[in-house]
């Protein structure tokens, strides 16, 4: 298996902007995670999916923010509009709960998307 | 909340040298997991273990889950050891809440 798929890499954009992170988690895997890593803050969880159906957004910043995934191959994370203290890495991870909740495997990330407002 | 904090916050080691990293949480948990974040800034998950002792090549890792510890082992470090350290856990929910993380560079 591939693992995690992020894209892109890194984005480089200007406040106001629109700015798109998608993520395509390991095949079979029924739990996404969206992840936001900075300097002050740590690894801190922004939204979860389980079974494409977001479960818990009390991580996500504010309004600006917002995921969805349509099917269980693909997740997205826009922020509209974007602002210079969205900079950050943003990794996605995926697990498999197996018969029930909580997920009993470990979780997987992705390379990260590296993302910089000017 | 739960808190999760890891020590010591940076270690310097010199090539063939061993540690012992550890991770306190505040509450009981469903699971804790132990990753490497590498110089690239990749996550790479090196252990599983919400209980017990396991064991991968030079590293091994111990949670005394009654205790609120984990405590992860490195022997014989190696320079491509050098990155930093999380142990997360999990509380009886799906989140997965990271530690403050281990700094770790191995010199030759």
């Known amino acids: 298996d591939a693992g995690v798929i992020q894209s892109p890499r890194h984005e480089v954009t200007e406040m106001g902007q629109e700015v798109t992170l998608r993520c395509k988690p390991i095949?079979?895997?029924?739990?996404l995670f969206w992840y936001r890593q900075t300097m002050m803050r740590g690894l801190e969880l922004l939204i979860y999916?389980?079974?494409?159906?977001?479960?818990?957004d009390s991580g996500m910043p504010e309004d600006r923010f917002s995921a969805k995934m349509p099917n269980a191959s693909f997740s997205n994370l826009k922020i509209q509009p974007s602002e210079p203290r969205d900079s950050a890495v943003y990794f996605c991870?995926?697990?498999?709960?197996?018969?029930?909740?909580?997920?009993?495997?470990?979780?997987?990330f992705g390379p990260g998307t590296r993302l910089t407002v000017l | 909340g739960i808190q999760v904090e890891q020590s010591p916050p940076d270690l310097i080691l010199q090539e063939g040298a061993n540690s012992t990293l550890r991770c306190n949480f505040s509450?009981?948990?469903?699971?804790l997991q132990w990753f490497h974040q590498n110089p690239w800034g990749q996550l790479i998950n090196l252990f599983y273990?919400?209980?017990g002792t396991k064991q991968n090549g030079r590293l091994s890792a111990t949670t005394v889950a009654t205790e609120r510890y984990s405590l992860l082992y490195i022997s014989s470090s190696q320079t491509t050891d050098s990155g930093v350290y999380f142990c997360?856990?999990?509380?009886?929910?799906?989140?997965?809440?990271f530690g403050t993380g281990t700094r770790l560079q191995v010199f030759p």
């Open positions: 991870a995926s697990s498999f709960s197996g018969s029930g909740r909580p997920p009993t495997d470990t979780q997987y």
């Open positions: 095949s079979g895997h029924d739990y």
């Open positions: 999916f389980n079974n494409n159906v977001p479960i818990d």
């Open positions: 509450d009981s948990v469903n699971n």
């Open positions: 273990i919400p209980s």
């Open positions: 997360a856990v999990v509380l009886n929910t799906d989140k997965l809440i």
